[in-house]
């Protein structure tokens, strides 16, 4: 089989190929294709790879190259993790919101919105090239905001596109370890859009064991989540939210910490990212172990602002990162690829089309729902649905971003301003307009996308 990486020199490429390298099962991937616009990146993690791959005979075979269709042509599965506008545009994407004093984050609020305008029109043509040289492929999105780029990507090739996000699945595991539970059998009950979402059941033999973390106050304040949103917060939900959902509960308090931190996580990653390229072009042997050594500080520093650290101090280490024997997006992505091409049946939490799983939501919206796949595909299993307070933030933020992906398909400033506007971490067509604007002026990507 062939996998093509769109973004192949990012720093998620090392995960995967390290969990294909460890797959034993039949068929499996034979050729990797590397795609990515920067040579420098695509060579540093060429290098990379192969020191992974060494004692490791079997090895998939890597094919680096910038050329799109090449590297899709043919191709069974492809993972796509862009990064359009690059690590500058994440940072104007930031700033250019703080500077309005609303959030400035990645996927989350207008710092979201603004990386999709760019990107949406990327991917689109990018699933177009797959639904051309690779009709039978399985798309696995990892590019961010993920919701949003996949459901514009279905646009074009339906069901076959799906968005993988690691967070659902590593609260579930987290929930299972604290309770002495074999994660494997554990089931969740989540609902929910890609990084808004809740855990409302986990269920073990039959039972749901969630009530029993929410009444022991030492198992749920030893949660990522606990520490984040406060255990009296979290009960009073009856419900575990997705970390994310901190920049809607504890809105001015996240706002008001990036400001004072006086760095972004954007300004951390590029100046340690511009750091590793530099020393991975002449690090020779050992690269390897420098993107381990540079994915242990990013790492460190995620979500810092919601943990009581900065991007320079952090103060928690995910607990997923941690672990090595965890494979986040990787082990997600490679276990729907063995469900669908070997019938290894599994259940996993998923961005796939609503398909009627969520009432008051359009069919052909995407939502995070525990999903069945196998070798007819993918599957969204019948859940209960949403309460009042969960199903209004979901459909207020959906419209949101089918208002944001028509903007980047059609170049309507006007449709990009009222999704701006009705974000509920924007809540103002005053500053919706002063942040089209922003964004217009700082990126130019933006700019050659709103040309109306």
């Not at 050729?31 to 060429?46: K, N």
């Not at 890597?62 to 899709?72: E, F, G, Q, Y």
């Not at 949660?223 to 917060?233: C, N, S, Y």
Request: glycine content about 10%.
């Amino acid at each position: 089989m062939k996998l093509c990486i769109l973004g192949g020199g990012g720093f998620r490429t090392p995960y995967v190929y390290q969990a294909l390298l460890r797959d034993t099962g039949t068929p499996r991937v034979e050729e990797v294709a590397l795609y990515d616009v920067d040579e420098d990146r695509l060579s540093a993690m060429v290098a990379i790879l192969t020191e992974l791959a060494a004692g490791f005979p079997d090895a998939p075979r890597l094919s680096p190259t910038t050329d799109l269709r090449r590297a899709v042509d043919g191709s069974d599965y492809v993972f796509a993790a862009l990064r359009v506008g690059g690590l500058e545009g994440r940072r104007c994407d930031e700033h250019v919101a703080l500077d309005l004093d609303v959030l400035g984050q990645e996927t989350t609020g207008p710092g979201g919105l603004a990386y999709a305008l760019r990107t949406v029109p990327v991917m689109v043509e990018a699933a177009k090239a797959i639904k051309e040289l690779a009709p039978d492929a399985y798309v696995m999105n990892f590019t961010n905001p993920a919701g949003i780029i996949t459901e514009a990507m279905q646009s074009v090739l339906g069901d076959r596109v799906l968005g993988i996000c690691d967070t659902p699945s590593g609260l579930g595991r987290r929930v299972a370890g604290l309770l002495g539970l074999d994660h494997t059998r554990v089931e969740m009950d989540y609902v929910g859009l890609n990084h808004l979402g809740w855990m409302r059941r986990v269920l073990y033999n039959g039972r749901d064991v969630l009530p029993d973390l929410l009444a022991d106050d030492t198992l749920l304040a030893a949660m990522e989540e606990g520490h984040v949103f406060g255990t009296e917060w979290i009960r009073t939900l009856g419900a575990v939210p997705n970390e994310y959902l901190y920049y809607y509960y504890f809105n001015r308090d996240a706002v008001r910490t990036i400001i004072d931190s006086g760095r972004t996580r954007g300004d951390f990653l590029a100046e340690s990212q511009r750091d590793f390229y530099t020393r991975a072009a002449a690090a020779g042997d050992g690269v390897a172990e420098l993107w381990r050594s540079t994915v242990e500080r990013r790492s460190a520093s995620y979500m810092a602002e919601a943990k009581g650290g900065t991007q320079d101090a952090p103060t928690h280490v995910r607990e997923r990162e941690a672990d090595p024997a965890h494979q986040g997006y990787a082990g997600v992505a490679l276990g729907v690829m063995a469900a669908i091409s070997r019938n290894e049946r599994q259940t996993m939490i998923l961005n796939v089309r609503n398909n009627g799983t969520i009432h008051g939501l359009p069919d052909d919206a995407v939502v995070e729902v525990p999903t069945l796949v196998d070798a007819n595909g993918v599957h969204p299993l019948t859940t209960d649905q949403p309460n009042l307070h969960q199903l209004g933030l979901m459909s207020q933020v959906k419209d949101v971003e089918r208002r944001t992906i028509a903007a980047a398909l059609t170049g309507s400033k006007s449709e990009a301003v009222s999704a701006f506007a009705l974000h509920p971490l924007v809540d103002s067509v005053t500053v919706a307009r002063q942040l089209v604007s922003g964004y217009i002026d700082r990126i130019p990507e933006v700019a050659a996308v709103l040309t109306r």
